[in-house]
């Protein structure tokens, strides 16, 4: 009688951490969703400015060889814009994806709490 009872609180305390985990791992999904949705966006805008970047040294090399001094530094100055956004981007990138390795950490942390101590009550 005494292990029914005691297997019947277990299973309610086993249902409640299984229904917050639930909760807990749907709340991690909607952040890495978000970071999975940023990445795809700095870098589909990182290829546009280094497409960019590559059109504009192919205009300043053609620039040099005309005799205009304006042409010169807009498309340096064009150049720079790009390169710098570029850079920002990869910055970005490299941020978000360094993050990618802690998908979950709560979730996979809170689970073996809850195996240790159910182990622990056996």
């Known amino acids: 009688m005494e292990i029914i009872k005691r297997l019947r609180s277990m299973a309610k305390i086993v249902m409640t951490r299984l229904e917050l985990h639930g909760q807990l791992m749907s709340v991690e999904w909607a952040e890495e969703r978000q970071r999975l949705q940023q990445l795809l966006a700095i870098s589909l805008l990182g290829f546009i400015f280094l497409f960019c970047a590559l059109l504009f040294v192919g205009i300043f090399a053609v620039?040099?060889?005309?005799?205009?001094?304006?042409r010169i530094h807009t498309i340096a100055v064009m150049l720079a814009l790009y390169t710098v956004g570029f850079g920002v981007c990869a910055y970005r990138f490299t941020c978000l994806a360094a993050r990618g390795s802690a998908t979950f950490a709560a979730t996979r942390e809170e689970v073996a709490a809850d195996l240790a101590l159910i182990r622990s009550q056996l």
Do not use: I, K, P, Q
């Open 63 to 70: 620039a040099l060889t005309w005799a205009s001094d304006y």
